[in-house]
């Protein structure tokens, strides 16, 4: 999604500050805890401040408006410790699950992955798919289905009772039989927010690291694909482009279907979520309308490629 993020400046009060001077206190030493706070651009999820001990740079995250009800810290912690030795992700000083921070370091000459760079998107889908084929397990199950009507609960009733909303909610739910033996059979953990700002190349590293894993869970692998694909808000042909970093040897349109579906529901997922973050005042442009577009489209393209009417 290019529209992904409201460039809002991040105000903390006196309280937060406390807060966080103190864990960096509890973490780096008392002289630490002087270190000048320098806000980062407001993410989606969480808010981040930047700052330097002993002329090394890290990043302190914790949790933005309404995210205590959207994420499982204690999931995420067992993500990262399943994975902290892997040498596929940041590298983290600190993870709390309450409160919620987590302090990682902060990378010199990086950058995120352009998705518009076909060469830096193949490498994310070559460093996705094996990770994918390492087949790790043991953290929980990731439903989109389960997600969704999680999502619904939080949101008022009149924004999902409309008839063009339930319209589109019904060729959603419709999707399930066709997904539910991938999202019961030969399941891996994935990251689920697997979209290009979290893919991070690195001077001197060949594969990019995969980054914040707060919504990872056990899954189909190819949800990963089309959670990369809504995000950056491609077309059907610049999701076929990516599909062939993923699937170098070929892909089939079931596959395709597979894809496809994952985008559809996904849409729906992130345009409630965003819904959900907008009653505490975070608006982020035309990024749901953009993903309400997915949960609309995506249906018919499914039934199309499956042969169904």
């Not at 009800?69 to 030795?85: A, M, P």
């Not at 409309?162 to 019961?184: C, G, K, W």
Request: proline residues 4%.
């Amino acid at each position: 999604m290019v529209e992904k993020k409201e460039n809002i400046s991040i105000r903390i009060d006196g309280e937060e500050e406390w807060f966080i001077r103190q864990m960096i206190q509890r973490h780096f030493g008392k002289a630490a805890a002087g270190s000048r706070l320098l806000p980062l651009k407001e993410g989606m999820t969480n808010d981040s401040f930047l700052f330097t001990v002993h002329g090394e740079k890290y990043i302190f995250r914790y949790n933005g408006h309404g995210t205590e009800r959207l994420i499982d810290r204690e999931n995420e912690k067992r993500v990262y410790d399943l994975i902290r030795f892997l040498g596929i992700t940041e590298h983290v000083v600190a993870l709390s699950v309450k409160p919620g921070y987590k302090i990682s370091r902060y990378y010199e000459h990086s950058h995120v992955c352009d998705p518009q760079n076909q060469n830096e998107v193949d490498c994310c889908m070559s460093a996705l798919r094996s990770f994918h084929e390492r087949g790790l397990t043991g953290v929980k199950v990731f439903d989109p289905f389960d997600t969704l009507l999680f999502y619904e609960r939080l949101l008022p009733e009149d924004d999902i009772a409309n008839s063009a909303y339930q319209e589109v909610r019904e060729n959603i739910l419709s999707l399930r039989d066709f997904l539910m033996p991938f999202l019961t059979e030969n399941l891996t953990l994935c990251h689920i927010d697997s979209v290009f700002d979290n893919f991070l190349f690195v001077e001197g590293r060949e594969c990019p690291y995969l980054i914040d894993w707060e919504y990872a869970g056990v899954s189909d692998p190819l949800i990963d694909i089309a959670m990369f694909a809504i995000y950056a808000n491609y077309s059907e042909p610049e999701t076929n482009r990516l599909l062939a970093g993923y699937f170098p040897e070929g892909y089939s349109d079931r596959i395709r279907a597979r894809i496809y579906a994952y985008m559809a529901v996904g849409g729906l997922i992130w345009r409630n979520w965003c819904i959900y973050k907008s009653l505490f005042g975070v608006t982020f442009g035309e990024y749901a309308d953009n993903q309400f577009r997915f949960a609309k489209d995506y249906p018919q393209k499914v039934r199309a490629l499956l042969g169904d009417s």
